[in-house]
């Protein structure tokens, strides 16, 4: 019998940490909670969950701080929770790693569907247009595995990372809009800055290794968007 999804609630507020807890257990899912930043490092290494929502004000350590000690060892999703809306805050965050952000007050709900959507394309399938085998200029993608590797090395992607990645590699030299990329990655279609998506090819150019200057496979196309090299311009 397959587990339910499991997901580690961090908020030092009872109630909000109660009501998402509610929300969660209606749907289905296994819970469990830390109301600080020190307890929440503990508990994710102990509980091993299926994605965490992780409040930004947090007692002990903050948020932005677990959040980057967990992407030392996970690509787990994590979504977090914040009353602090400034744009600063959220490519911080974004840069170290989090998937998607949900501003306090927050409906719980909606919260719940972004939950799912999250855990959703962490399991995904990969669609369409990919073979196979895949391979550029050292990128491989194998569909059975459901991964990437970079001259025969595994790439540990977040869910965010790979399907940006995945829509980029799927169609080599296609030059996509910022607002084509953000539809993709934040489909629910709520309200996301246009930097998320420069944040996140930001973090896949790093694992890459790719040169932003001289990009063996991303490039910038000014004042529009990214494509992805195609073999013609090896």
Known sequence: MTLAPSVLIVEDDPKTAHLIDRFLV??????SRAADGKAA????????????????MLPRVDG???????????????LFLTARTEEADLVLGLGLGADDFVAKPFSPRALVARVKALLRRASMTTGGHLDPKSE???LAFDRAKRRFSLHGQPLELTAIEFTLLQSLFSS???VFLRSELLDQLYPSGDPVIDRVVDVHIGKLRQKLGDDPVKPIYIHTVRGLGYRFSDSESQ
């Open 26 to 31: 209606q749907e289905g899912y296994r819970t």
């Open 172 to 174: 080599p030299g296609k």
């Open 41 to 56: 490092i503990d508990s994710f290494a102990a509980v091993g969950p299926d994605l965490v929502i992780l409040d930004v």
């Open 136 to 138: 550029i200029s050292g």
């Open 64 to 78: 932005f701080e677990v959040c980057a000690v967990i992407r030392r060892t996970s690509t787990v999703p994590i």
